[in-house]
């Protein structure tokens, strides 16, 4: 160890002293990966809550369903963009035989 040291040995501390900045950047490194897999991944830093689009998100059925209830649609406008619901996401019509 004093052979790798020898040329600093004068005066100064050696190159050892280029491992504490390593070991911190490690140190911070490991942090915001642990809070990126862990809390960062189900709401955003600064945003609040994200929601998914499998899960907390109504279906876009759904959706027409309720504007059709609230009057936003008419009855020929629901049935049209159901049948094009139906046929994008592939669940056919009701109590049809297969």
């Known amino acids: 160890m004093f052979t790798l040291a020898a040329p600093w040995a004068g005066g100064g501390p050696g190159p050892w002293i280029l491992f504490v900045p390593v070991i911190w950047v490690m140190v911070i490194f ?3 990966i642990l809070l990126r897999r862990t809390v960062w991944r189900h709401r955003g830093p600064l945003r609040g809550p994200q929601f998914s689009a499998r899960t907390d998100a109504p279906s876009p059925i759904a959706v027409l369903g309720r504007r059709f209830a609230a009057g936003e649609i008419d009855e020929e406008e629901y049935w049209r963009r159901l ?3 139906e046929e994008h ?3 056919g019509p009701k109590g049809g035989a297969a």
């Open 30 to 32: 490991g942090v915001v």
């Open 83 to 85: 049948s094009v619901l």
């Open 89 to 91: 996401f592939a669940t």
